[in-house]
């Protein structure tokens, strides 16, 4: 037996499933899988004429979102998980968790789904092993993930996959679990089937236990979509850009030049994943893992993301999204008026008081139906990054972007990026949340030494890319959004490309380089110059103010925090107080 094979059979030794199958990705095996949904409720087939291919799921109603509280870290020292992760000891994981498993699978089938992730023949590429009991999890993969046969081939009978078991068991938050075990580059996930959750391939694999794996080996792997910018000339460049969830990371990695614009050129390469080596010449090259994207599907609309829409058109899973009696599929921000006789994403006749579609709706569609994908996004030696954008949500503070003054900076402006909650998340508006490079439910160890890995890659690449922040969520005094965002982000993108070539105009204030008033390109937009020193505007009271509060934050990782970081602080408080910006 293989190993892959000797650890099926264990696993089905615990859960006892009824039968066992092996996937191998093909066409036939998925229209039978969809059959069967289809006939047991699991899927809803969606309107032939209006959504080719397309199928509807209804999860559970408490089963719609990642829950990081119930998301560990199962490393053998607590440290290891570090301060921002829950931990669980491995003996203890085997304890509460293990017994879950047995006989879990009872009555059911065990799907056994061998995966790739990144592309196939690519030396960046790692091979995963899904055992779960959920068609729709199969479904799901077989679409995210390059699966079936080509893993087992790239596996070639050997030990190196990543372990991945799943059940969604009896879907109860009360025996809702997802452990990562980074030193076995082991993972468990039992009792939920939401995405996040239950698609190993994707938050468990791709980035906590890849992102263990590639500190070990000298990589990284990032929560970062990839695009490409190809400029009037023909000069191609390529950004990697993190940003929290819901903070608009698809739109970007699809975004469409404006009119005004018209002679650059963005394409796709990846839109949440991105894996980081140092290339032979110096640079850092990037592949996306996925082969598929799970987005959130309220808010896509003809203005915000013509490019998604037509990606979800055919050949998509829609979960939890609104549906017409007729099998049209529905959500917030598709069109401006809802249609008659909605059916809720519960099933339910929509009452006009609540969401139609669930606000974490998802869509689960194949990259290569995006049509903005680069003609490069499965190239098996990846892209050369230019640039790394980090990004968050503030209305004050932090102006629309600003750049690092070199990698080590950059590192800081990352590790200290924070976003503000939304009412719909926690309750509390405008409370910010710290979360470095985006990775704060994502790092699979103690994001200190993460921060410290991030300071030795700057090392290992002799041309790094140059590290800037973007804030695209800056207010006025009425609340409003001063940016008008989505494709007018390209203007932003271009002064940062500037920068690269050692052009764009800058001021240095404490922050970092920003752009002075004439740098950017805003012809047409019409903003005023009193909003325009609005979204440049680096004021030193507010920032001020963020010190103690982010050196609260670096005192939580203890020794962990790398000295660099404590001084980098340092020197923005000193220059905040010794200067007038
Ligand atoms: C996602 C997330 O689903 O970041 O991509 O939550
Ligand atoms: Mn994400």
Redesign the pocket.
Known sequence: MTPAETWVDEVARTTKPSKVVWCDGSEAENERLVEGMLQDGTLIRLNEQAAPGCTLHRSHPSDVA?TEHLTFIASRRAEDAGPTNNWMAPQEARERVGPLFDGVMKGRTMYVVPYVMGPLGSPFSKVGIEVTDSPYVVANMRIMTRMGQAALDQLGGGDEFVPGLHSTGDLSPDRRFIVHFPEERLIWSVGSGY??NALLGK?CFALRIASTMARDQGWMAE?MLILELTLPSGEVHYVGAAFP??CG?TNLAMLQAPAELAGVKVRTIGD?IAWLRPGPDGRLWAVNPEAGF?G?VPGTGPDTNPMALQTIARNTIFTNVAVTPDGVPWWEGKDKSPPSDLIDWQGKPWDRTGKAAHPNSRFTAPARQCPTMSSRWEDPQGVPLSAIVFGGRRARVAPLVFESRDWEHGVFVGATMGSETTAAATGQVGVVRRDPMAML?FCGYNMGDYFAHWLRMGKAVSKPPAIFHVNWFRTDRADRFIWPGFGQNLRVLLWMIERVKGQGKATETPVGFVPTRDALNLEGLGLSSAELDTLLAVDRDEWAAEVPEIRAFFERFGAHCPQQLHESLDTLSQQLTATRV
Request: hydrophobic fraction near 25%.
């Open positions: 990642r995405g996040g938050k929560h969830s819901a990371k949440d799970f959130v439910p």
